[in-house]
């Protein structure tokens, strides 16, 4: 709650307190966190369309990633979701070498 107010929901440090939580929750050795401003609108505090921060967190490594999408909500969220998948892939690649 404080860091929501400190922070707001869409932010970094939201996203990666996310994907923490996800990780400890499940017993997982990866979580992921993804906040952002699908649209139509902006949110409250201003933030534009497209902002979004992904977080991965891992046993190793902790990663976030600042994007700017441009397009339909849909696109959005679909892009979103592609760029947490791509970051998973990359660092489990990376693990297995």
Do not use: H
Not at 71 to 80: E, I, Y
């Amino acid at each position: 709650r404080k860091l929501l107010e400190r922070e707001g929901a869409v932010s970094e440090a939201a996203a990666r307190a996310m994907a923490l939580a996800v990780r400890q929750l499940f017993n997982t050795d990866i979580g992921i966190g993804i906040t952002g401003v699908a649209g139509p609108a902006s949110d409250a505090g201003g933030r534009p369309i497209g902002l979004v921060y992904v977080a991965l967190a891992g046993a190793a490594e902790e990663l976030c990633r600042e994007t700017r999408f441009v397009g339909t909500r849909k696109t959005v969220k679909t892009r979103a979701a592609q760029t947490a998948l791509t970051m998973l892939w990359r660092v489990m690649a990376a693990e297995a070498k």
